[in-house]
C-alpha cells in the first residue's frame, strides 16, 4: 500500500458515456498528478495540481476534465471518449513540487473505451 | 522533446545480477528516479540520484554520470519477486518527471 487510493479499479465505458475517476492519498500530501500509461509507452503526465491549483495541463484533450476539490482528493471527469484513449489511468502525490521528492503512486485504473 | 532510452526486456537467473541501462536526453536536468512496477499494480520509488555517482539500497544500487546522461540500476541476488517492469524517470524541470517506456525483468528458476 502506497497511501494513494483509486477507484475504480477496472471501468469499461462506451464513447458517449461520461465517467469519473477518484484518487484519495492518506499522506498529507500537497501535490497531485495524473498520468496515462499506454501498453508499451512511457507513463505521460497529464494534470499537475499543487495545493488544489492546477500547475499543469499538458495538452490533454478537453474530454478528460480535472478537478481537485481539497488536497487529499482528484478526479478525472471522462466524456465523449475515443477508443484510443483506452489506458491505465494513474494517480500520484508527493508532499510538494520540490526536486527531490519522491511521487507515491496508486494502483491504477484500467479504462477500456469501446 | 524529451528522450529517454532503455532495454525493452531483460531474463535473468535467480541469485545473478542484472544491470538496467537508461540513456537520456533532456533540456533539463534535476534528478533520476527509478522505479519498480509489478504487473497490475502501482509504480513504487526505488531510488534517486541527482549527484554523479553510486547510491546503493540494499539489493539495489542505482549510478548517475550526468556528463553522459547516463544511469543504472543495478540488482543483485535476484529473486522472483524482482520479476516486475523498472522504470527510469528524469526531472527535467521544476517537477515534471519524463520517463522511458519501462524494462520488464523476467527472474527464471
Known amino acids: 500500500e502506497t497511501g494513494v487510493t483509486q477507484t475504480p479499479r477496472h471501468l469499461v465505458m462506451g464513447m458517449t458515456n461520461k465517467k469519473s475517476l477518484k484518487c484519495e492519498q492518506h499522506l498529507g500530501h500537497n501535490a497531485m498528478y495524473w498520468y496515462k500509461q499506454s501498453a508499451k509507452k512511457p507513463l505521460e503526465l497529464m494534470f499537475v495540481?499543487?495545493?488544489?491549483?492546477?500547475?499543469e495541463n499538458n495538452s490533454v484533450p478537453s474530454r478528460f476534465s480535472p478537478e481537485c476539490p481539497n488536497s487529499s482528493h482528484l478526479f478525472l471527469h471522462l466524456h465523449t471518449l475515443q477508443p484510443e484513449d483506452s489506458a491505465l489511468y494513474l494517480c500520484?502525490?508527493?508532499?510538494?513540487?520540490?526536486?527531490?521528492?519522491?511521487?507515491?503512486f496508486g494502483p491504477g485504473t484500467r479504462l477500456t473505451v469501446l | 522533446g524529451q528522450n529517454i532510452d532503455q532495454p525493452t526486456e531483460m531474463t535473468a537467473t535467480e541469485g545473478a545480477i542484472v544491470q538496467i541501462n537508461c540513456t537520456y536526453q533532456?533540456?533539463?536536468?534535476?534528478?533520476l528516479f527509478w522505479y519498480q512496477q509489478h504487473a497490475g499494480e502501482a509504480p513504487t520509488f526505488l531510488s534517486y540520484n541527482v549527484l554523479d555517482g553510486l547510491e546503493e539500497k540494499g539489493r539495489f544500487s542505482s549510478f548517475l554520470s550526468r556528463s553522459k546522461g547516463y544511469s543504472y540500476l543495478l540488482l543483485k541476488e535476484l529473486q522472483m519477486k524482482d520479476s516486475a517492469s523498472y522504470l527510469c524517470?528524469?526531472?527535467?524541470?521544476?517537477?515534471?518527471?519524463?520517463f522511458g517506456a519501462g524494462t520488464t525483468v523476467t527472474v527464471r528458476a
Open positions: 495540481y499543487s495545493l488544489e491549483e492546477r500547475v
Open positions: 533532456t533540456s533539463g536536468f534535476n534528478g
Open positions: 500520484a502525490s508527493s508532499p510538494g513540487l520540490a526536486e527531490d521528492n519522491e511521487q507515491f
Open positions: 524517470a528524469v526531472r527535467d524541470g521544476d517537477y515534471k518527471l519524463s
